[in-house]
């Protein structure tokens, strides 16, 4: 406590009370009063150099050698005051980019659904021949349909067409899907009607 009470006195900043008890500990402690003089004598010798003056115009070229502070791009701000919005907007960002994506990634033909050994196939063209029955739903991707005879169910053709014949009977509905958004909202259909329903 003495050392501390030391380098406050020679600042200036010891009160009256303590500078009195530390007058008082430096006569009874030979240890702290050789170490108040040396303090003392460091202080003394540090105010006794003059001042050195800045020459003119030290700052100012200081000041412009300095970098200069680049200004954040309005939309940062933006981001930082809504990052529920942003998190937002860069998820739907990302969704959009991997549909669009997938959307693109395959263009083989491709069919699922029941009752797929009484279809026909001519190239890309999946065939349902007259008097042959589908039972359930028939998804065709990358490929055209043409139906002859039954489906009992729904017909969705992804990226390609639908013809039916005056023979034809669809049970369900028939969607044509051929653009990357309403894949999309198909695709989030899909998922929502396999999570709530389970199929």
Not at 142 to 161: E, P, Y
């Amino acid at each position: 406590m003495a050392a501390n009470w030391m380098h406050d006195y020679l600042d200036g900043d010891l009160g009256h009370e303590e500078a009195g008890a530390l007058r008082e500990h430096l006569n009874a402690c030979r240890a702290c009063s050789i170490r108040f003089d040396e303090l003392s004598r460091t202080d003394s010798l540090c105010t006794a150099f003059p001042v050195a003056k800045t020459p003119p115009g030290l700052e100012s070229r200081i000041l412009n050698a300095l970098p200069k502070s680049r200004r954040p791009a309005a939309w940062t701000g933006w981001v930082r005051r809504h990052p529920a919005l942003s998190a937002a907007a860069l998820f739907l960002v990302v969704m959009l980019s991997s549909f669009v994506a997938m959307w693109n990634q395959d263009q083989q033909l491709s069919v699922a659904g029941a009752d797929l050994e009484v279809l026909e196939y001519q190239g890309t063209t999946v065939i349902v021949p007259e008097g042959k029955e589908v039972n359930g739903d028939l998804t065709i991707t990358n490929g055209s349909a043409k139906v002859l005879g039954s489906v009992r169910g729904n017909l969705t053709v992804i990226d390609g067409s639908v013809t039916l014949a005056s023979t034809a009977h669809i049970a369900g509905h028939v969607q044509e899907v051929d653009r990357a958004i309403d894949w999309a909202w198909y695709k989030l259909r899909s998922w929502f009607g396999t999570l709530a329903y389970g199929s």
